[in-house]
């Protein structure tokens, strides 16, 4: 059984939450706090964290970024915001997705699954391919990028969109194809989501002339 910790101070939406998550056979470790969650999300071995941003006591930014360091756990954020730039600032903070308040328990539910099932296929493939382009290289067994001899972190669904444009070697890749294929949205909906991560991807790659923007409807390698 999947394990999931749930961070929020608002009693009725963690318990409301907690229960239809238990009924979809999770069992659901709840925190108003995070501090308090910590110890739990590491020694529990949960399998994803749902995070609520608008905690008064956590600077969440930080936090994304604090848990990067010692753990892969995926990370969904709970927010009342929802512009733009809030999307934006989310992903680029490690987490694996975002969902604004009020938010449908379906749809979230939806993006539980999706990555958890994206994290149950890497663990269940035997993979000992290493792409390489230039001065970068791809270890798709130990989920590691190399740039310039250097280790760069990057997260999962980044790792997984730039495993896909190079396995393509130059091909076009869409964007929606990134959605339904990689990310794994079972709804395709157009948004900045991928634009962001290819955005982050260049940054770390160093060269933002690897991943090539193709009438801003695909990405291709620039080879």
């Not at 009924?23 to 999300?41: C, K, Q």
């Not at 791809?138 to 980044?158: G, H, P, Q, R």
Request: hydrophobic share 40%; proline share 2%.
């Amino acid at each position: 059984m999947k394990k999931i910790c749930i961070v929020e101070d608002d009693v009725g939406i963690s318990t409301s939450l907690k229960l239809y998550l238990e009924n979809s056979d999770f069992e659901v470790l709840v925190h108003e706090t995070w501090v308090g969650a910590v110890e739990v999300v590491l020694e529990s071995s949960a399998d994803l964290v749902i995070l609520d941003i608008n905690l008064p006591e956590i600077d969440w930014v930080q936090v994304c970024a604090e848990l990067r360091k010692t753990s892969d756990i995926p990370v969904i954020m709970l927010t009342a915001r929802w512009g733009e730039i809030d999307r934006i600032t989310g992903l680029e903070s490690w987490a694996d997705d975002y969902i604004a308040k009020p938010f449908s328990p379906r749809e979230l539910l939806a993006r539980i699954n999706s990555i958890l099932r994206r994290s149950q296929k890497d663990e269940n493939e035997d993979q000992t391919t290493i792409l390489t382009y230039k001065d970068i290289s791809l270890d798709v067994d130990k989920l590691e990028l190399i740039v310039w001899w250097a280790e760069v972190s990057v997260t999962k669904n980044e790792f997984d969109i730039l495993e896909k444009i190079f396995s393509e070697n130059g091909k076009l890749v869409t964007r929606e194809s990134l959605m339904k294929e990689v990310i794994w949205y079972d709804n395709y909906v157009y948004d900045r989501t991928i634009d962001t991560h290819i955005k982050n991807l260049r940054k770390k790659l160093w060269d933002r002339e690897v991943i090539l923007t193709v009438r801003g409807k695909w990405y291709r390698l620039n080879n």
